[in-house]
């Protein structure tokens, strides 16, 4: 079983900031990339950031220059520090993980989301 935990939600003001965090545990054998997908009510879910094993990372234009990724592999852990909050980054972030467990099976898995609230 693999379990992702999510923590760092919260309401916050527009330009604001917040720090998600999510750690990965259970029967893991290799992480290959951990990140950060959001879904704002009436809207499909959209990935936010990624980092992959190597330290290569992907964002999603909206947060470019706002948004920092970073991962711990060590502790299978990422984080996402968010700053400039604007009230359009408002939704659940969920986490994610891409890895392949002792079984030997590779999937995605999914924390239960954290809600972001951006407003004043």
């Known amino acids: 079983q693999v379990q992702l935990v999510e923590s760092g939600g919260g309401l916050v003001q527009p330009g604001g900031s917040l720090r998600l965090s999510c750690a990965a545990s259970?029967?893991?054998?290799?992480?290959?990339?951990m990140g950060w997908y959001r879904q704002a009510p009436g809207k499909a879910r959209e990935l936010v950031a990624a980092?992959?094993?190597?330290?290569?990372?992907t964002y999603a234009d909206s947060v470019k220059g706002r948004f920092i990724i970073s991962r711990d592999n060590a502790k299978n852990t990422v984080l996402l520090q968010m700053d400039s909050l604007k009230p359009e980054d408002t939704a659940v972030y969920y986490c994610?993980?891409?890895?392949?467990?002792?079984?030997?099976?590779?999937?995605?898995?999914w924390g239960q989301g954290t809600q972001v609230t951006v407003s004043s």
């Open positions: 994610n993980a891409d890895l392949t467990s002792y079984s030997g099976t590779r999937g995605n898995y």
């Open positions: 259970g029967s893991i054998f290799s992480i290959y990339s």
């Open positions: 980092v992959r094993s190597g330290g290569s990372t």
